[in-house]
């Protein structure tokens, strides 16, 4: 891990050490934001390019509406998943 890299990881762990619910950093610099695919219920939020920092909630089931939206305001801990570049894969 590069001097940047690190940098913003520990950047990005302090985001989400410090809030309360994930919607606390959706609009932080980081690009918090929901993946899809076969990446469903993961979130990223970037690192230096193109690494990303993967993520997921910590609640089983994940919190959603009605419409199956996830519901950010309603997840309150995520685990670590991965840094990687998924777009290369």
């Avoid at 469903?40 to 993967?54: F, I, S, T």
């Avoid at 910590?58 to 939206?69: E, H, L, S, V």
Wanted: one cysteine or more; a negative charge; proline letters at 6%.
């Amino acid at each position: 891990m590069g001097q940047i890299q690190a940098k913003l990881f520990n950047r990005r762990l302090g985001d989400l050490r410090n809030a309360v619910t994930l919607e606390d950093v959706r609009y932080l610099p980081g690009r918090y934001h929901e993946l899809t695919g076969d990446r469903k219920g993961q979130w990223a939020c970037d690192l230096d390019q193109p690494y990303r920092l993967v993520f997921e909630p910590g609640q089983k089931p994940i919190p959603q509406d009605d419409n199956g939206k996830y519901l950010w305001v309603k997840i309150e801990n995520v685990e670590i998943i991965e840094v990687t570049d998924y777009h290369s894969n």
